[in-house]
């Protein structure tokens, strides 16, 4: 189970009601949280694969948010499994030289 910050429950709440969502939408429907705090939410979302990024094709300053997919998700977390392997085996590695 992943524990999230408030902040983060509320932006995955939004994501009920719309399909996607831009940074400045989020802030604009959750006054009570500060920007500092979704701008590290979302952040947080998307480093734990839950929340995807997609490009803006008419403003590419700006980018939509939105839930992954099942196999988004997937990918995500075989990726990072990899990645943590790979890692414990380099360490494993030189401990044992």
């Known amino acids: ?3 999230l910050r ?3 429950n509320e932006i995955l709440k939004l994501f009920q ?3 996607q969502w831009t940074q ?3 802030e604009n429907s959750l006054p009570n949280f500060h920007k500092d705090d979704i701008k590290y939410s979302l952040r947080k979302l998307n480093d734990k ?3 995807v990024k997609i ?3 008419r403003d590419m300053r700006r980018v939509y948010h939105r839930i992954a997919t099942q ?3 997937s990918e995500t977390f075989e990726s990072r499994k990899m990645f943590n392997i790979k890692f414990y085996q380099s360490i494993s590695r ?3 030289n």
């Open 55 to 57: 490009p803006n094709l």
């Open 49 to 51: 694969g839950i929340v």
């Open 24 to 26: 400045d939408e989020i």
């Open 17 to 19: 009601d719309q399909k």
């Open 6 to 8: 408030k902040s983060a």
């Open 1 to 3: 189970m992943i524990k």
């Open 94 to 96: 030189l401990i044992s």
């Open 71 to 73: 196999d988004e998700f």
